[in-house]
């Protein structure tokens, strides 16, 4: 039995529409998501955030693999595949997501959901949650952080450029406090979906 979950990650300008995760102390870009897109699949979602590669595939399906549990369904190949039509930054973040919400959709067992949280140290050190591609391309470093719902471990990171030991800590505090934002809108998400069935 094979289970492929297709993620088509669309970007589109929504304005006013949908739940914005922006807030005191959060500094993220609108969030919009829709599931069950494809009539074929056992799963899939178009996760959008705002309006490379083998490295980040590998990045994502580690990821994957450590929350889907596997041992419930021995021989069953799971696929996510996501195609990136529009990267307007924080795009391994943005995949992240969309892999996690797939995985949802289509019922995969899993211990916790995870989601992706990009952070961005300018060249004065001021941190930039959710950047965008021009904000990526000036910061001096960029970090991506996979963290769990369950206890907002960290699964995974990704980092790019120079940043000291506290500038580590300080963008990881920043993406698990940021983190509980995406959680909040996977369930409002889900809420939806399943309110309409």
Do not use: W
């Amino acid at each position: 039995m094979e289970e492929e979950m297709h993620t088509d990650a669309k970007i589109r300008a929504e304005i006013g529409t949908g739940c914005s995760p922006r807030g005191p102390g959060c500094s993220l870009r609108h969030f919009a998501c829709e599931q069950n897109l494809l009539s074929r699949p056992d799963g899939s979602a178009s996760f959008l955030q705002g309006v490379a590669e083998k490295s980040r595939e590998r990045l994502i399906r580690n990821t994957c693999e450590a929350v889907v549990l596997g041992t419930l369904h021995p021989r069953t190949s799971i696929t996510v595949v996501l195609q990136v039509v529009s990267d307007a930054g924080s795009l391994l973040a943005c995949c992240l997501n969309a892999a996690c919400m797939a995985l949802v959709d289509a019922g995969v067992p899993m211990r916790a959901l995870f989601c992706g949280v990009t952070c961005a140290l300018d060249s004065d050190g001021t941190l930039v949650l959710d950047p965008t591609s021009k904000q990526e391309k000036e910061a001096r470093a960029v970090l991506t952080f996979a963290l769990d719902s369950v206890e907002r471990k960290l699964l995974m990171s990704s980092t790019k450029g120079l940043y000291s030991d506290s500038e580590l800590q300080q963008c990881l505090a920043a993406a698990q406090a940021a983190s509980q934002h995406v959680f909040r809108f996977y369930r409002e998400s889900l809420q939806r979906r399943y309110s309409k069935s």
